[in-house]
């Protein structure tokens, strides 16, 4: 609740403040705290992560005149992140422990309209009760970037995620693959003095669950409304149809908050419906410095 009160204080200063002095970063310092949890008919899967990511921005980053979340949008500087995090896990009443570890690279140049990036990320979990289970997820992405405009940008991408569930049990381990293709578009503009970012995404995916083929399509579309260039609150709502009872609504809201001196918090929460009752809920809070 103190974590809440923090963000809900913050915003309220935030919505009446003036805008800040430009300035530039070469960096930014992330710490954050997620719980997520997800109901299966009689399983309940409940996991907290806590973590760090750094990001290096090859080129210093100027703020001036754009929402501070979207500094390197148009700045467009060179950068590499990596992240570290650790697990707690409780299946039905069982508990574990394990890591998460990621690592980044975008390449984005002004001078060029054209960029990508590629993202890598692993987490491992036991699980210890009356059967030992071992969870393993990774994930891979790449995406290409083309500004048409300094304010507007399509991209197409790829992703691939991967499930490994294995225990000490006579129980076959379950492998769950996921090949997923990317159309996106992305445009930040200015309408009345209030920028607003919008982004959209047509998602193609191919779930391969042990040996049994099934097809996915999502579309979604998310927005930002800045109330200055410190403060925004979004919204994000995505719908999925597909094989094997695949169909899905997502809603999800965040607020963002930059101060004038190089700090920023985060909050998130995203809800996921399946209409096949696996249910996800997240929410997530983080703290941003670039002042270092």
Known sequence: MRLVSVVVMSVLYGLFS????????????????ESADMDADASEVDQTAFGINFTKYLTPV?????????ANFFARSRNVSAGVGILDTDFSGNSGDGYIFEIAYQHLEKESPIGFEVEYGISDSTIDGGTS????????????????????????GYGMNSTDIDSNSSQAPTDIDV???????KTVNRYDGKWVNVEGRLIYSNEDASGVDADSTTISVD??????????????????????????????????????????????????????????????????????
């Open 179 to 185: 090949n997923s293709f990317v159309l996106q578009a």
């Open 133 to 156: 289970v071992d969870i393993t997820l990774s994930e891979f992405a790449l995406n290409g970037f083309f500004y048409i405009t300094d304010n507007t940008r399509l991209g197409i």
């Open 18 to 33: 003036q805008v800040g002095v430009a300035s530039t970063y070469e960096s930014e310092l992330a710490f954050y705290i």
């Open 62 to 70: 100027n703020e001036d005149n754009y929402p501070l979340e979207e």
């Open 223 to 292: 927005g930002d409304y800045y109330f200055n260039t410190n403060t925004s609150l979004g919204l994000g709502v995505a719908a999925t149809t597909g094989d094997n009872d695949a169909d899905s609504k997502q809603f999800a809201l965040s607020v963002v908050f930059h101060t004038d001196t190089g700090y920023a918090l985060e909050a998130i929460v995203e809800k996921l419906d399946r209409d096949s009752g696996a249910d996800n809920s997240v929410v997530r809070f983080s703290f941003v410095s670039r002042n270092f």
